[in-house]
């Protein structure tokens, strides 16, 4: 996730990238120098417009190639920027599978901090390009012209860099801050959302109201905190260059009014030199860019690299499905969280069963399905399907063994039928979904529009919907948190009973506090009890 790194993923658009930039500065020089001997033809030498023709036409010509080179850059920066969001993005869409990501934290990853990271082709790209080759283009220019010029530019190029090193620590830490307030206000602004009832009805809209406008207030600040930074760093630069610039021009009119240079190369040295120091002065802005870019880059880094570490790893086809799935010594402690949620535990889940996990609220019931479904990084021990460790297996080799229902299933915007099969298209699918539908009990047309704007689902119809996956699926180990909350009597024992033959040669995991589920599974694991002796290891045979 570095800039280097990224920059080295994409050789081959960024080789295209400095040959437009090539031809682009080649085009400038070009359209200064032919400008420098019109100018002097017409205004000097009084020559007629037919006589200057050829180089008034060379200067359109140049001007016209530089447009149209500079509009393909610029293009193909555009290009560079999107493929690079769509493969951060991806990569945040398998982390999703990889690990357990809030949802105001992962609202700020995929949107305004990869939105950040278009800065490296919109600011931090076009100066790199233009320092690396036309920058170095004019100074040979200036040294084969001018070589008292050059010695000016030499002595004052390095006072932009060692400017831009004295303000860099300070810049990155009110960076950082100013995305530190900006998660602040997204979480913030994420919990008033969701409970916005409970806020009304305890009638608290003026209190989350200032908090809410007290975290606004404390981002604006650190937003223009930086801004005053880039202020002045961007001030001084162009300070420096503006002053150098003069210098060179009064030394090059003072040596043509002697009689030292000709026009023609003076002219020319003076429309180069803005071109040349142009970077710099645009280099305020690409510094600022790439600490913005840099902070984002570490905010993604966290999350991404857990997804990277673990594609490369395998699991072993050899696999006996349903597995045994075995617990030793682990546990778990959510980032920020004093104590552990889970500490040693040790647990065991026979193939072909249905085990049914019961616990007080809060005992860690959910975190350890996340744990089995491997959303979520173990601290210590391991979870062992059969001999082979979760953590080695590859996502898609997770992918087609373990089904994992949650207690409020996300609902898609799309028709039914895609928020079951999640989007797949197999020609199969509509059969397939009806016979699904019809066997949970969820009586809605399976191209029912669901999500924003569509239909509207139930507590008990969103935990129909989950299971509906789970039986598209068919994978064989399912993780079911609370399947039946909110259905009646007389639906849960339906459900159960279908539930029933879809556990046959499967590992079943439930969790859930209604008395039905705990007498309808095969066993009962109390997690107050684990926990209260963690050395022990909780088998059923």
Known sequence: ????????????????LCLLQLFVSICTIGAAWQLSR???????QNLSLNAAAPNIGLLLFFLLTRIILQYLLNNRLHSFASRLQLKIRKKLHRCLIMQAIPSDRLQLLAVETTDALDKISSSILPQLLSILVLMPLILILIFVTDLQSAVIVLVTL????????????KTKSATLDQWRKLARLTASFRDMLAGIITIKIFRQEKTNGQRLMKNSRAFTDASMKVLRIAFMSSFALELITTLTIAILSVSIGLRLLYGETDFTTAFFLLLLLPEFYRPL????????????????R?????????SDVSSGQH?????????DITIQGLSFTYPDAPLPVLHNINLFFPAQNITCICGTSGIGKTTLLKLLAGLLPADNGCILFNDKNLAGFALESRQKIITYVPQMPHIFQGTLSDNISMFEHASDNVTKIKEILAYTGLSLPYNTVLGAGGQALSNGQCQRLGLARAFYQDRPVVLLDEPTAGLEPAEEQELLEKLSEFARRKTLIVISHRDAVRKWADREIQLEAVMSAPSLEVRYE
């Open 1 to 16: 996730m570095r800039i280097t790194d990224v920059l080295y993923n994409e050789k081959q658009a960024v080789s295209f």
């Open 38 to 44: 019109v100018v002097c033809d017409v205004f000097l």
């Open 158 to 169: 390095p006072i932009a860099p060692i400017l831009l090193a004295l303000i860099g620590h």
């Open 281 to 296: 002065r645009q280099g305020g802005t690409a510094f600022h860019a790439a600490a913005d870019v840099s902070t984002a």
């Open 298 to 306: 570490k905010a993604l880094q966290e999350t991404i690299d857990v």
């Open 315 to 323: 699991t072993d086809d050899t696999l006996q499905i349903p597995p």
